[in-house]
């Protein structure tokens, strides 16, 4: 019997690779002759462009090109808004290159084609551009209000979007509340920071009419798609490739960013390779961020902790711009009841449009807020009911035997009503009070304090809509004369490792080495039918897809495999690479299965020889191949989810606050979550640390800072800070495993699962261990230490 795999804890096939530096990132695509772009953007966070003159730059030595709105053709348009929603106005996206207006600062105006990129640099600095700089509003409550300058004048006002979604009868629940908790909680802005910034490259050929695109993104069928579309090309003439992608975290899935088009468009003009590499201030200023949110929210409860009606309404900032529509919002809006029961639910957001980069999902994308949101109301309502903080939850937490618990009314990013499918909330819970202990941690906190250490306890509970459709697909193929076994996706991986998590689930239907499986992503040419990699969904999609590809595959192999050793595919297992006859050490190997269903196969090799003399794989009188089948082992096939499947957990964590410094300690952190049955763990871990890495960047360090005229005043990494290991603390990582009823691999996603509940943990935290010194409540984020000395300063001691 071999081993299952899934299941397993396997390293990741793609690390020796990338470790080494052997990685192929889109700079690392050699591309003979190829010219280089450097982008005009915008210093002014609203302008009116009287003139552009270009003619300096391109009498510049060494330049190519300069394009500008009015020469780039079919491209001067407003880019695509991908996901539609009634409850949008006119929603307004960014053209490739500006035209009459510029609407944030970092808004690409004009590029520069060039011999290299110093060239192309110096070449856009002469490009004069004539501004009449318009007055802005950066505050998010202020942009709402009559009178505050519009970001965009054609439009009414800064709305860009309204919506009310209502679960149960709030009105009715809250005039029986006995006591209601309100509170007003604000997420800062942030930006995915992936180490490689985003990047493309592009090369037409002529006599094939053939445009290859490389391009550093986490969905090349789209971009495919939409390049072929906007060229008039025949879509199986253009090729994109995602090469290794170094971090995307949603960022690199906007769909599309100017030079997306705009490098193509000069490689297909100038009849050479054309190159951008994105740069680290033009990837803070110029590629989409995300998380201001301003939420108030209200818990209606009985005496007894227990909630029965909640209403939140929240103020999402969109950037200048919503390509990607409603998503985070809406992700937030429903997501706000956490897991908890409460069955009566109004929560309303206003998108607002303001004069900076464009926000998109960025991991977690909008949870985080709706979290932070709930979670501090639930501390709120302990302390105002002189409830113990995990006793709240305990009496609000959804029990196993209420799943599927349905949210009639919120309708999720997918479009279907929330519905929680499956869980263990309340074993979650315990486990984590288990090990965190709060009775004896109250003993260590009251003899710290007694030392003047300030010690505290925070927790919050999260849950996560994953695996959103609508298709991935997968097709899988044993090669003859190899035996490997090649898998291709529609997906990309920007480092969850899928060529190892897939491999597996193929590995266990087909009995091979997971190392002889080659997962092929990221390439229009090996597969071509798909959405891209986000919303923590691979696993879910892709994987069923695959899995039940490799299903299909099975079945054609033992059935190749039961004529050539003339037994029934009842009696035959495979495993380690080839078809055994149970019981025995009769076995044909699967690259001589495969090179025998194709009977007019040449080889070279003796083993393949040897293979060719066995029986066609099929017996009957007729042709070589019967009706309905095929030649090789190989199949595709695809699946789509019924609905979101819903992940959870719980993380808590001591902290230690030095009120001296203002300086954050984390001494322990726990993390309890569960994504369905967990193909390998030890990705899983790596997704979550992840996740919690950048999770504690948000609720300690991150935040972008736009000063009142809407610079971005902090586009660097000495002064945005994202945390180093150093910052990052161990994380006791504990897993349970409820498997969804949804799909068949009981698989729930985990890859934005990490960052949602951190800023509420540490916000818990700080506040448990500042409580004797301060009545104050941490519900902004990134907590820095100046926010600590705010709060010590105003403090009146609380006892
Ligand atoms: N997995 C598993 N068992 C499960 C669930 C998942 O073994 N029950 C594995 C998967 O097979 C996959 C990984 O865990 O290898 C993450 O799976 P999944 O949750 O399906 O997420 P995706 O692969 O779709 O990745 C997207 C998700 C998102 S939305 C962001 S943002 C994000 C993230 O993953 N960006 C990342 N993780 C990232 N990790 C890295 N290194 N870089 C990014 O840009």
Not at 39 to 58: D, G, W
Not at 330 to 357: D, H, L, W
Not at 575 to 584: F, I, M, T
Not at 707 to 733: K, R, S
């Amino acid at each position: 019997m071999s081993t299952k795999m899934f299941g397993a804890r396997i390293k990741r096939n793609i690390d020796p690779q990338l470790l080494v530096g052997e990685g192929s990132f889109v700079d690392d695509i050699p591309l003979a002759g190829a010219l280089h772009v450097a982008f005009v953007r915008s210093p002014f966070a609203r302008a009116k462009i009287n003139s552009i003159s270009t003619e300096l730059a391109e009498q510049h030595p060494g330049v190519a090109a300069v394009y500008t709105c009015d020469n780039i053709g079919a491209l001067d348009l407003e880019l695509p808004q991908l996901i539609p929603h009634p409850c949008m106005n006119s929603p307004r996206t960014q053209r490739p290159l500006a035209r009459g207006d510029v609407f944030y600062v970092g808004q690409t105006v004009a590029m520069v084609v060039a011999v290299d990129r110093y060239t192309a640099e110096d070449a856009a600095a002469l490009v004069d551009v004539d501004y009449e700089r318009l007055p802005v509003e950066i505050d998010l409550e202020k942009a709402i209000l009559d009178g505050a300058p519009l970001v965009h004048p054609t439009h009414p006002n800064n709305i860009a979007a309204d919506l009310v979604q209502i679960s149960g009868d709030p009105d009715s629940a809250i005039a029986g509340a006995e006591h209601v908790t309100k509170i007003r909680v604000q997420v800062d802005r942030s930006t995915a920071a992936p180490m490689e910034c985003r990047a493309v490259a592009a090369t037409f050929d002529k006599v094939m009419g053939e445009l290859t695109v490389w391009d550093s993104t986490q969905g090349p069928i789209a971009i495919r798609g939409g390049l072929a579309s906007i060229f008039n090309l025949d879509e199986d003439k253009v090729r994109v490739i995602a090469p290794h992608v170094g971090g995307g975290f949603g960022q690199k899935v906007l769909l599309f960013y100017p030079d997306e088009l705009l490098v193509p468009f000069a490689a297909m003009q100038l009849g050479r390779p054309v190159k951008f590499i994105e740069d680290r201030r033009e990837n803070f200023i110029g590629s989409s961020q995300e998380r201001t949110q301003i939420h108030e929210i209200e818990l209606y409860a009985k005496k007894n902790g227990e909630v029965i009606a909640l209403v939140d309404r929240f103020l999402h900032d969109t950037g200048a711009f919503i390509p990607y529509g409603i998503a985070v919002a809406q992700v937030a809006s429903t997501s706000i009841a956490g897991p908890y029961r409460i069955p009566n639910i109004r929560v309303e957001f206003k998108a607002v449009y303001t004069p900076t980069v464009v926000v998109t999902p960025y991991r977690g994308c909008g949870r985080p807020q709706a979290n932070f949101a709930i979670e501090r109301a639930m501390d709120k309502l302990a302390e105002e009911l002189g409830l113990d903080r995990f006793e709240v939850r305990r009496r609000n937490l959804i029990a196993d035997h209420e799943f599927p618990y349905l949210r009639k009314g919120l309708l999720f990013a997918d479009g279907l009503p929330v519905s929680l499918d499956s869980g263990q909330y309340h074993k979650a819970l315990q486990l984590l009070t288990e090990k965190l202990a709060p009775e004896e941690f109250a003993g260590q906190q009251k003899a710290a304090r007694d030392a003047g250490r300030y010690l505290g306890l925070g927790l919050s509970f999260y849950v996560e809509g994953t695996g959103l459709g609508p298709y991935e697909g997968g097709h899988i193929k044993i090669h003859p004369i190899t035996g490997k076994v090649y898998v291709n996706t529609g997906l990309t991986s920007q480092g969850q490792g899928h060529d190892t998590v897939f491999a597996q689930i193929v590995a266990d239907q087909l009995g091979v080495a997971v190392t002889d499986v080659i997962l092929v992503e990221g390439d229009t040419k090996a597969f071509d039918w798909g959405v891209a990699t986000f919303a923590s969904r691979a696993a879910v999609v892709s994987g069923n897809a695959i899995h039940k590809s490799a299903l299909i595959v099975r079945k054609k192999t033992l059935a190749a495999a039961a004529n050539m050793l003339e037994v029934s595919p009842d009696d035959l297992e495979l495993r380690d690479g080839a078809a055994w006859v149970k019981g025995s050490n009769r076995s044909v190997s699967l690259a001589a299965i495969a090179t025998a269903t194709n009977p007019l196969r040449y080889a070279f090799n003796e083993s393949a020889k040897a293979a060719t003399q066995f029986a066609p794989a099929s017996k009957h009188d007729g042709p070589p191949l019967a009706e309905g089948q095929h030649p090789g082992l190989e199949a595709t096939d695809y699946y789509s989810p019924p609905s979101a499947t819903w992940a959870y957990g719980v993380h808590g964590a001591i902290v230690e606050v030095d009120p001296d410094l203002c300086a954050i300690k984390i001494k322990r952190y726990i993390c309890i979550h569960d994504c369905g049955n967990m193909i390998n763990p030890t990705i899983v871990e790596g997704q979550v640390m992840g996740g919690i890495a950048q999770g504690i960047g948000g609720a300690m360090y991150e935040r972008i800072e736009y000063d009142t005229e809407g610079n971005l005043i902090n586009a660097n990494f000495v002064d945005f800070l994202v945390p180093y290991a150093t910052e990052i603390p161990p994380v006791e990582i504990l897993h349970l495993e409820t498997p969804t009823p949804l799909n068949p691999l009981g698989v729930k996603g985990v890859g934005e699962a990490g960052c949602i509940p951190v800023a509420a943990v540490i916000a818990s935290a700080v506040e448990d261990a500042l409580r004797p010194l301060t009545h104050e409540h941490f519900y902004h984020v990134p907590i820095t230490p100046s926010a600590i000395h705010a709060a010590l300063k105003k403090a009146a001691p609380a006892n």
